[in-house]
C-alpha cells in the first residue's frame, strides 16, 4: 500500500492505521522513536496518519487516515484474515 511519496508497505504486515494527535498516540509515537521503529515517510509535510505494522514499526504519513483505509480496502479486499499470533508486542 502506498504510504505516499512512493513509499509503500506491505499490506500483509499493517496491523492498524491511527489518527495523530491524542496523548495517547504521542506517547506512542516517542516510545516508538525511542525503540528505533519510527519511521517518518512525510517528507516534511504535516503527520497526518500513522500506521502500525506486525514487527512494531510506526510510520508517518502525510496520507489521511480515510485514503490509506479506502487504498488498504481495495488492495486487500474482503478475504483478508489476520493471523492473531503474528500482532506486534508492546514496544
Known amino acids: 500500500m502506498n504510504l505516499g511519496h512512493a513509499n509503500v508497505v506491505l499490506v500483509q504486515r499493517i496491523v492498524a492505521i491511527l489518527v495523530p494527535g491524542s496523548s495517547p498516540i504521542r506517547r506512542f509515537k516517542e516510545e516508538a522513536k525511542k525503540a528505533g521503529k519510527l519511521v517518518d515517510v512525510t517528507h516534511g509535510r504535516k503527520c497526518r ?35 492473531k499470533e503474528k500482532m ?3 514496544l
Open 49 to 83: 496518519s500513522l500506521v502500525l505494522t506486525d514487527s512494531g514499526h510506526l510510520f508517518l504519513s502525510s496520507v489521511q487516515v480515510d485514503t490509506l483505509s479506502q487504498r488498504l480496502g481495495a488492495t486487500a479486499g474482503e478475504g483478508m484474515e489476520w493471523d
Open 88 to 90: 506486534p508486542s508492546v
